[in-house]
């Protein structure tokens, strides 16, 4: 007996949005109700940071001008392009929401993905250019009006402060909102940086104290943007998700009853949240009805104990294989 099988969890737990799409097949669609619910809060919580960035902004923009601090501007630059990432976060959910085709039967959800390589990148640029600044500014300094710097300052960190919480929650499964998580987070810091300079500055007034703190805003910014590209990159090429075990996801499928041997177990994210595997089990001659059960037990190992929730198993009758062979 050989047979092929492909589970998919919404056979095991069939909970489906009420606007989820369908295929023009009538089929169901691959993305499920629960995950798809998910991504739906972080959309509307990323629209209401992009209007908190954007507003906060515009007010440490012309406030850096007015009193002269780069860590003001520099502050004011980050929120900027974080409200762009915060943007391109938005969009990429919406595109990922969009029913799979015939030709993209993943769907589109490798664009959250892009989205998030996309901000990572933009940190590394913006950094750069924040640290030629902060060098040009060590060694022409520039008089900063401490008082005004800190008041915008600490207004600038409220509001990161706020920004952080409302996408705290959604960033833990989800790779294009942790990107956009990682932008907030380092306006926060930037901004307690910016805060702590214009301390320093009203109680001493020594001016280098404005660039200097850039620059370790900077650093801080790519330790993170390094990660989010090595995360990025790993789910683009296919990479086993880091809390994957193969070897732990053979022994656990070769312990159920009827099962011989587990081999060609591959494992993949199709986007943060979302993974993949595909493998082969051979099994002892017997009834479709039992290899059916099977599948079935081996689905629910997938789903509980690794979080996989798309999966395609084989089925292998090795007995069958091997009297194939004999005659």
Known sequence: MSARHAARKERLNPIMMDDTPHDPHGHEHHTHGHF????????????????????????????????????????????????????????????????????????????????????????????????WFAVKRLIHPVPVSGGWMLLVAVIGLLVNVLTTLILRKSAHDDLNIQSAFVHMLGDMFSSVVVVAGAIVIIRTGWYPIDPILS????????????????????????????????????????????????????????????????????????????????????????KKEFGIIHYTIQLECGDCVRHAMNH
């Not at 391109?88 to 959800?109: D, N, V, W």
């Open 215 to 302: 620059v370790l805003v900077c650093v801080l910014i790519l330790v993170w943007a390094y990660r989010l590209v090595r995360e990025s990159v790993d789910i683009l090429l296919q990479s086993t998700p880091a809390h994957v075990n193969i070897s732990k996801i053979e022994s656990r499928l070769a312990a159920l009853g009827g099962v011989r041997r587990v081999h060609d177990v591959h494992v993949w994210s199709i986007t943060s949240g979302l993974h993949s595997m595909s493998g082969h089990l051979e099994i002892d001659d017997m009834p479709l009805s039992r290899g059916t059960a099977i599948l079935d037990a081996a689905g629910e190992i997938l």
């Open 36 to 131: 798809l619910r998910g991504r739906k809060k972080g959309q509307s919580r990323l629209g209401l940071c992009v209007a908190i960035t954007v507003v906060t902004m515009v007010v440490e923009l012309v406030a850096g001008i007015l009193t002269g601090s780069l860590a003001l501007v520099s502050d004011a630059g980050h929120m900027l392009t974080h409200g762009f990432a915060l943007i391109i976060s938005y969009f990429a959910i919406h595109i990922a929401r969009r029913p799979a085709t015939e030709k993209r039967t993943f769907g589109l959800y490798r664009a959250e993905i892009l989205a998030a390589l996309f901000n990572a990148a933009t940190l590394l640029v913006i950094s750069g250019f924040i640290f």
